[in-house]
């Protein structure tokens, strides 16, 4: 049943011209063979950054405050049977142009970063350690991370970065 209620979402979401998170999640492994908790933390700057700067979502999924940092469930469902493993890297990637170029970008900031240095630095900024209010880090939550907070502090990260 829930192969089912993935392929409706998927074709839900790219009937109403939306990217998809396992899109994006492909667009990142075409740049290299990666793990899960780094292609986790890649989708969610990703998703970040373009709510930001676009004043829109990428995809609909929503991550929440896991122990290792912004996860989304749908894409942890597809990726968990690699485990601690390396995701193979994709031939291609099914995002091109614009968008391919903005994850391109993505990928520039963050992809020098394993997955672990990747999980200390959401672990120090605000839409995490907000999502898991007085939870602490090594206790499971599935908090949503809340969009609002998101677009407030990345606003706040990127007028620092202008002033500096």
Same mark, same amino acid.
């Given at each position: 049943m829930a192969k089912i209620f993935d392929f409706i979402s998927k074709k839900a979401e790219r009937e109403m011209g939306k990217t998809t998170i396992f899109e994006v999640a492909k667009a990142f492994l075409s740049l290299e063979a990666m793990t899960h908790k780094k292609l $986790?933390?890649?989708?969610?700057?990703?998703?970040?950054?373009?709510?930001?700067? $676009?004043?829109? %979502?990428? +995809? %609909? /999924? /929503? +991550?929440e405050a896991w122990i290792h940092g912004p996860v989304d469930p749908g894409l942890y469902s597809e990726y968990k049977h690699f485990g601690w493993q390396t995701i193979p890297q994709e031939d291609q990637s099914p995002i091109e142009g614009e968008l391919m170029e903005f994850i391109q970008e993505v990928y520039d900031s963050y992809g020098h970063l394993d997955g672990d240095e990747l999980e200390f630095l959401t672990h120090k900024e605000d839409p995490w350690m907000e999502a898991r209010g007085s939870i602490p880090e090594y206790v499971p939550c599935n908090n949503r991370i809340k969009d609002e907070v998101i677009k407030d502090y990345y606003l706040k990260e990127l007028e620092n970065g202008q002033i500096e």
């Open positions: $986790q933390k890649l989708c969610y700057y990703a998703y970040s950054w373009h709510l930001t700067l $676009q004043g829109e %979502r990428l +995809f %609909r /999924n /929503n +991550f």
